[in-house]
C-alpha cells in the first residue's frame, strides 16, 4: 500500500494505491508540518481521527478510514508517500515525513524535457500518453492553465502557461480599485454584459475559451490525430462552458482529474 501526494500551488491532491492498483483521490488544504510529524506516529484510529479527520483535514473519510487504521502506517511501517511538488515551500514540510520519495524530472520516462519544467506538467503528459495513447496533449486548469504536449516518440514538444481562471479573477480584484473579486457561476454570461460581474466573466471566460480553441487547432495541425485530455480543478467547469461556445471542439476532449497520479504509476518507482 503506497500514497500518492501532489502538491500544487492552490491545494493538495492524494491518491492511494495498492501495489498498481488505483484504490481512491482526495483533494485537502495544505498541512502543516506539526501535522506532518503527527503522521509519523503510529497513533490508532481514535486519534487519528480526532485530531486529523476532525480537523476537517481530509475530506473523503471512506477512503482515508481504510488507510488509517493504525496512523499512516501499515504493518508498523509509515506508509511509502510518493510526492510530486510545484511548491518549494511545501515540498519541505513534507522531507519530513518518515518514508517520502520525491518524484524527480530526471525520472519521467519522457525525451526533451527542460530543466525548470513543473513536474506535475511532466508527469500529466507522461499519463495521458500512457492511458490515452502518444501523441497527447494535456490541459491542465488549476491555478495555472497550462498546455503540455508531447509527440509520438514521447518527446515534450512544449506548451504554455497562463492564469487560471480563478487566478485572473484575483489579480483583477488585487490590481484594481473597482473590482469585485467574484466567482464563476457556472452560466455563461452574455458576451456583451451590462453589469461588472458579468463583464469580468465575460471577459475571462470568452478569451480563454478562445485561448483554448485556438491551441487545440495549432496542435491538430501538427498531431491530427492526438489525443486531448483536460484535466485540473476547473475541468469540468471549462469543459461545460466549452461544450456551449465550441461544440465541436469539447467533443474531442477527454477529461481526466488523475493525469498526474497515472503519470507516477508510470514512473520507475512504484
Ligand atoms: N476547494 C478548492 N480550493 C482551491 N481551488 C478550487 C477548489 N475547488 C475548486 N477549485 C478550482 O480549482 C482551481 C485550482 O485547481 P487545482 O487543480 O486544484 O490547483 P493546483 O493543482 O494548482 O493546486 C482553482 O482555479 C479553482 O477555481
Ligand atoms: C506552471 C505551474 C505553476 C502550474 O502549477 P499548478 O497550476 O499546477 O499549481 C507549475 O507547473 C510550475 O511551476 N512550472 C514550472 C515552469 C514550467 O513548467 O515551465
Ligand atoms: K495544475
Redesign the pocket.
Known amino acids: 500500500m503506497w500514497l500518492a501526494l501532489t502538491i500544487?500551488?492552490?491545494r493538495l491532491h492524494w491518491a492511494w494505491f495498492k501495489g498498481k492498483t488505483f484504490c481512491g483521490a482526495w483533494d485537502t488544504e495544505y498541512l502543516s508540518a506539526a501535522i506532518v510529524e503527527q503522521m509519523n506516529q503510529p497513533c490508532g484510529r481514535g486519534k487519528f481521527n480526532s485530531e486529523i479527520l476532525a480537523a476537517s483535514l481530509i475530506q473523503e473519510l471512506d477512503a482515508v478510514e481504510e488507510i488509517v487504521g493504525d496512523g499512516f502506517h501499515h504493518r508498523d511501517r509509515p506508509l511509502p508517500l510518493y510526492l510530486a511538488s510545484?511548491v518549494p515551500q511545501q515540498t519541505a514540510i513534507w522531507q519530513n515525513y518518515h518514508d517520502v520519495r520525491t518524484i524527480a524530472l530526471d525520472q519521467i520516462p519522457l525525451q526533451g524535457l527542460y530543466p525548470?519544467?513543473?513536474i506535475?506538467?511532466a508527469l500529466a503528459v507522461l499519463g495521458a500518453g500512457e492511458v490515452y495513447g502518444f501523441p497527447a496533449l494535456v490541459i491542465?486548469a488549476?491555478?495555472?492553465l497550462?498546455f503540455t504536449g508531447a509527440d509520438a516518440a514521447r518527446r515534450l514538444v512544449g506548451g504554455a502557461?497562463l492564469p487560471?481562471l480563478r487566478l485572473q479573477l484575483q489579480s483583477l480584484a488585487q490590481g484594481t480599485a473597482a473590482l469585485p473579486e467574484i466567482e464563476l457561476a457556472g452560466a455563461l454570461p452574455p458576451r456583451w454584459a451590462l453589469n461588472t460581474s458579468l463583464a469580468i466573466q465575460s471577459g475571462i471566460i470568452y478569451t480563454v475559451l478562445a485561448g483554448i480553441a485556438d491551441f487545440i487547432d495549432a496542435w491538430r495541425q501538427e498531431f491530427p490525430q492526438s489525443r486531448i485530455v483536460l484535466t485540473g480543478g476547473d475541468r469540468t467547469l471549462l469543459l461545460n462552458y466549452l461544450q456551449a461556445v465550441f461544440p465541436q471542439v469539447a467533443a474531442k476532449i477527454n477529461t481526466d482529474p488523475h493525469l498526474i497520479f497515472w503519470g507516477i504509476l508510470n514512473t520507475p518507482q512504484p
Open positions: 500544487g500551488n492552490s510545484v525548470t519544467l513543473g506535475d506538467r491542465d488549476g491555478t495555472a497550462t502557461i487560471g
